[in-house]
C-alpha cells in the first residue's frame, strides 16, 4: 500500500527481457534504500514492483507481460519515474490509500504553466469515468492528485509549485502517456451499489 505522496525520482537504466516478462534496473540516488529489503514493495510511476536485486546506483524488479500491457513507461530506457516506498503501519498518510494497480492509461490532453499556477488536463480510459467525481481523488504516474473538474472524458487538476519539483511531471508536454489508478473507496463504492442494483432487479 503507498500514499502517492513521491519520495523520490528515478530512471529506468535498462531493460532485460525474460520469458514474458521483463527485468528492469531503476537508477536512483535520491531514495533512501537501507531499509528495503529483497521482497519490498515500491512503487514505480504508480505500479507496485516487487525489489529483486540491489545494485550500487539503485535496484531491479521484474515485471510481467501484464503489467507491461496496461501500464506505460516501465520498458523503456532513460524514461525518468516517480518512486514511493511502501507505506508502514508507523507513517502519516498525507495523501491517499492507493493500491500501486494501475487501471488504464490516459492521455497529457493539456499543461499550462502560468507564473506559479498549473492547470493539467489528462484525457482518461472511458471505462474508469464512474469512479471520477470532482474533488475526488486519483493518482497519476503514482502522485496522488485532487480532481479540479470533471469534462466529459477529460479531468483537470490544479498542480502546485512542489509538485512540479519532485514529480516527473515537470518533463509532462501534450501526448504523454501517464498511469492511472482510480480512488479505492470509490471503487468499492461502485460495486456495493451494482451490486444491490442487481439484488433490486
Partial sequence: MFTGIIEAVGR?????????AVRIHIDTDQIELND?????????????LTVVAFEETGFSADVSGETLSCTYGLDIPDHPVNLEKALRFSDRLD???VSGHVEGVGEVAQ??????RCLLAIQLPAHLLQYIIPKGSITVDGVSLTINQVLGERIEINLIPHTLTHTTFKYFKPGRKVNIETDMIAKYVARLLEQAQGRQS
Avoid: Y
Fill in 111 to 116: 499543461f499550462i504553466q502560468t507564473g506559479d
Fill in 36 to 48: 528495503v529489503a529483497l521482497g519490498d514493495s515500491i512503487a514505480v510511476n504508480g505500479v507496485c
Fill in 12 to 20: 529506468v537504466q535498462r531493460v532485460s527481457p525474460k520469458e514474458e
Fill in 95 to 97: 495523501g491517499h490509500l
